[in-house]
């Protein structure tokens, strides 16, 4: 029988040693002068945000969302992120994050677009039709699915 508390201890326990970093202005400026300089340096890359906890003074990781030419498929997408993360790792001496906008869901979109950063654009009109679209989408799904929760939950958010 699976003693609940006891994983909820070791759940806390374990979230507590997820190892966390404080940099200075200066260090944080020259990460992103290098996850820059990483990012220019790929031509498949259209425009790239960052966002997440390294936007905060304490951070796990280095969280990147980047939009990549549309000639990359999923599969491909999936080995490209990986790729960039092994590398951008050994520049930073931090862990990376990657994602790639192209195929993610439209509430991760929003969030990084309404929290995030933009660190390069190669493409501004891309990128600026990319915000557009997402924006609209999102509130247009979001009208929905406020009305759905106030009707099956009764919740009002």
């Given at each position: 029988?699976?003693?609940?508390?006891?994983?909820?201890?070791?759940?806390?326990?374990?979230?507590?040693?997820?190892?966390?970093?404080?940099?200075?202005?200066?260090?944080?400026?020259?990460?992103?002068?290098?996850?820059?300089?990483?990012?220019?340096?790929?031509?498949?890359?259209?425009?790239?945000?960052?966002?997440?906890?390294?936007?905060?003074?304490?951070?796990?990781?280095?969280?990147?969302?980047?939009?990549?030419?549309?000639?990359?498929?999923?599969?491909?997408?999936?080995?490209?992120?990986?790729a960039l993360e092994r590398e951008l790792d050994e520049?930073?001496?931090?862990?990376?994050?990657?994602?790639?906008?192209?195929?993610?869901?439209?509430?991760?979109?929003?969030?990084?677009?309404?929290?995030?950063?933009?660190l390069i654009t190669q493409d501004e009109g891309l990128?600026?039709?990319?915000?557009?679209?997402?924006?609209?989408?999102?509130?247009?799904?979001?009208?929905y699915r406020k009305r759905y929760m106030k009707e099956?939950?009764?919740?009002?958010?």
């Amino acid at each position: 029988m699976l003693n609940i508390s006891k994983v909820k201890l070791e759940m806390v326990l374990d979230m507590q040693s997820i190892k966390r970093y404080e940099i200075t202005d200066v260090q944080r400026k020259n990460i992103l002068d290098s996850i820059q300089s990483v990012l220019m340096g790929k031509k498949e890359i259209l425009f790239a945000y960052l966002h997440g906890s390294f936007l905060q003074n304490l951070f796990r990781d280095v969280d990147l969302a980047i939009y990549v030419d549309q000639d990359i498929g999923r599969k491909e997408a999936f080995h490209f992120e990986l790729a960039l993360e092994r590398e951008l790792d050994e520049h930073l001496s931090f862990p990376a994050d990657v994602r790639i906008l192209n195929y993610s869901p439209l509430s991760f979109k929003f969030k990084v677009l309404k929290d995030g950063k933009l660190l390069i654009t190669q493409d501004e009109g891309l990128r600026s039709d990319f915000e557009s679209l997402t924006m609209n989408e999102y509130h247009d799904f979001n009208f929905y699915r406020k009305r759905y929760m106030k009707e099956v939950f009764g919740l009002e958010i």
